[in-house]
T-cell receptor
């Protein structure tokens, strides 16, 4: 069973602050890592993917991957109320399936 | 129109009834998946298919069956629904050409309640 663990949350941050989300995974064969955002009652949508160790930035979002520590994180800078959602970490390997964490709910306070 | 369409979007049924959830896609992707989502448990894979002749069980396939009628259609059936199958069900697709597992594209979800 591939396990993907996320900090349980909920995470409440003030508008304009940095939200930091963490994810660990058990399968050392994992090669691809994804962060999905899911608004309440809606389907998940991809916001970031990362394959290599280090940081990857896309606008206000930065994904960080450390394969030695089996750790993936997502930073949301200048958090906005529209960032309030549940964030799902997912890991994939050569079997072409994604394993998801339970998600961390983020609330951005105006 | 959505690229991945699920029907029905909401369904209430009774214990023991047969129910089918349907998924169709216009993305031209070969790979299709069925996940269920429960509060606090995230998304769990039920079945997946890499082409019309390929069907594979996921981590929680007991009590479910699937049919891949065409490249664009993948249906999930509950032969005899039970209350703990009450959940939000998502169909997803991915592109064979993507590196590794690639991004998943989700349908809008089907909320199933079994009384």
């Amino acid at each position: 069973q591939k396990e993907v663990e996320q900090n349980s949350g909920p995470l409440s941050v003030p508008e304009g602050a940095i939200a930091s989300l963490n994810c660990t995974y058990s399968d050392r064969g994992s090669q691809s890592f994804f962060w999905y955002r899911q608004y309440s009652g809606k389907s998940p949508e991809l916001i970031m993917f990362i394959y290599s160790n280090g940081d990857k930035e896309d606008g206000r979002f930065t994904a960080q991957l450390n394969k030695a520590s089996q750790y993936v994180s997502l930073l949301i800078r200048d958090s906005q109320p529209s960032d309030s959602a549940t964030y799902l970490c997912a890991c994939g390997s050569n079997d072409y399936k994604l394993s998801f964490g339970a998600g961390t709910t983020v609330t951005v306070r105006a | 129109d959505a690229d991945v369409t699920q029907t029905p979007r909401n369904r209430i049924t009774k214990t023991g009834k047969r129910i089918m959830l349907e998924c169709s896609q216009t993305k031209g992707h070969d790979r299709m998946y069925w996940y269920r989502q429960d509060p606090g448990l995230g998304l769990r894979l039920i079945y997946y298919s890499f082409d019309v002749k390929d069907i594979n069980k996921g981590e929680i396939s007991d009590g479910y069956s699937v049919s891949r009628q065409a490249q664009a259609k993948f249906s999930l059936s509950l032969e005899s629904a039970i209350p703990n199958q009450t959940a939000l069900y998502f169909c997803a697709t991915s592109d064979l050409g993507r590196p590794n597992t690639g991004e998943l594209f989700f349908g809008e979800g089907s909320r199933l309640t079994v009384l």
